[in-house]
């Protein structure tokens, strides 16, 4: 068999797809806790994190990312009563290389190793302190033969600049992904220069996950191929939002909406929204398309279908579900087998079946992350003006 083509032919060639939220899925079915958000799956219950991945890729994920989020020393060691469990860095992250690579295996997959934000970081302990952090996760990427990095969910250009720094030593293609909207990061350094600096610090790939909706994140990334643009640096685009609408998000994302983590179900993007969001990022020119918290295989599989023309194939899981409600010309019921169109689902708008709920709530404002504490800066509650203005942005933004 041919060797398998890595992550920057095929983004030269084509598109790759993302996988979707390991540890908002694996939550909701009891194997990480919602908090420390902390990945001690891979260990403790390994067939709930391959079957998730092999969903994904059933969807049509050209992707496993080894679960490996939050997978650094002082964030594991921080985990509440259940640190007296000693998992260590080695460990989290060696089962999780070996559980997508396995599942990788079954298909065309490619598996990337994940680094994420850190408290050393956020707690102000410098560079150098950081930096070990990362090394010890990488050191690990690099004995277990990964395709690729991927540094994600990254608040601060500057710590995501000093992960590349890192990432690149292992000669591995480098992937950096922000999670920030179009206001840009926490130090106020905006989302167009965030993308322009993680190129110049070496990454081959920038963008942004999680903390806000398809529709927002794409906003972000207009400016950031705007500045990318205007410096003249070409780098291949990524998108991974979440799959919950947060038109009504401030600057931090949905960790500021008053519904995370546990009440977000009535946000949830349709596949239909992904089908939008799959359109849009591709005609954007983003060639990394897959998705964060929220995003289940069924969200995958909508981006794969559409994208099909594009990637010359439809996934595996496309043969339990015919593009555009195809399927409901089976249905028994005639006013249900009328429903088999594109445009009806196109033109649908969702009811949320809750009278009394508001289509926008009030975020929070508390002040910024500082390791794994919050400091509590002010509590000004948004206004009436702020928020009619919130629904007209999200008007033109989300068409809602
Ligand atoms: O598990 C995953 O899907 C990762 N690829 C990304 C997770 S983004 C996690 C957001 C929650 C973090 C928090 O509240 O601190
Ligand atoms: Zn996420």
């Known amino acids: 068999m041919a060797p398998k083509k890595g992550l ?3 983004l030269n060639e084509g598109v790759v797809i993302g996988d979707g939220g390991f540890v908002f899925a694996l939550e909701k079915r ?3 806790k919602a908090g420390p958000w902390t990945p001690e ?3 403790e219950n390994p067939e709930a994190v391959r079957q998730l991945h092999r969903e994904f890729l059933r969807a049509g994920a050209d992707v496993m990312q080894a679960f490996t989020f939050y997978a650094s020393d002082d964030k594991l060691s921080n985990r509440g009563n259940e640190s007296s469990k000693k998992y260590t860095c080695r460990g989290i992250n060696d089962a999780a290389c070996h559980l997508a690579r396995e599942v990788a295996e079954e298909g065309n997959g490619l598996v990337a190793g994940g680094l994420s934000q850190t408290p050393t970081y956020l707690s102000g302990l410098g560079k150098e302190n950081t930096q070990k952090e990362f090394q010890r996760q990488v050191d690990v990427f690099v004995e277990n033969k990964v395709d690729f990095l991927i540094a994600e969910y990254f608040e601060h250009v500057e710590e995501i600049e000093w992960a590349i720094e890192v990432c690149l ?5 480098v992937v950096a992904s922000m999670c920030i909207g179009p206001e840009g990061d926490l130090h106020g350094i905006p989302a167009g220069e965030c993308a322009v600096k993680m190129a110049k610090a070496g990454a081959h ?21 705007a500045a990318l643009d205007a410096a003249s640096i070409k780098v291949h685009l990524i998108a991974q939002p979440l799959a919950y609408l947060t038109p009504d998000a401030h600057k931090q994302g949905f960790i500021d909406l008053p ?20 359109r849009e990022a591709y005609n954007l020119g983003v ?27 439809l996934p595996k899981a496309s043969e339990k579900h015919e593009p555009w409600a195809g399927g409901l010309k089976m249905h028994t019921k005639p006013w249900v087998r009328a429903r088999a169109t594109r445009n009806y689902w196109e033109t649908l708008k969702p009811s949320s079946g809750r009278p009394y709920c508001s289509s926008m709530s009030k975020p929070d404002n508390w002040g910024v992350t500082a390791g794994d504490s919050i400091l509590k800066q002010k509590t000004e509650a948004t206004s009436e003006a702020e928020i009619s203005q919130l629904r007209t942005k999200a008007k033109t933004v989300n068409g809602v």
């Open 8 to 10: 920057l032919q095929r």
């Open 30 to 32: 009891g194997y990480v």
């Open 41 to 43: 799956a891979t260990v």
């Open 169 to 173: 030593k292992s000669g591995l293609p």
């Open 205 to 225: 790939v920038v963008g942004i996950n999680c903390h806000f909706d398809p529709f927002v994140t794409l906003e972000g990334l207009k400016k950031m191929k």
């Open 259 to 278: 519904e995370f983590p546990f009440a977000l179900e009535s946000r949830i993007c349709t596949r239909w929204e992904m089908h939008r969001y799959a």
């Open 287 to 313: 060639r990394y398309i897959g998705g964060c918290c929220g995003f289940e295989p069924y969200h995958i599989r909508a981006v794969a279908e559409e994208l099909a023309t594009e990637r010359g194939m």
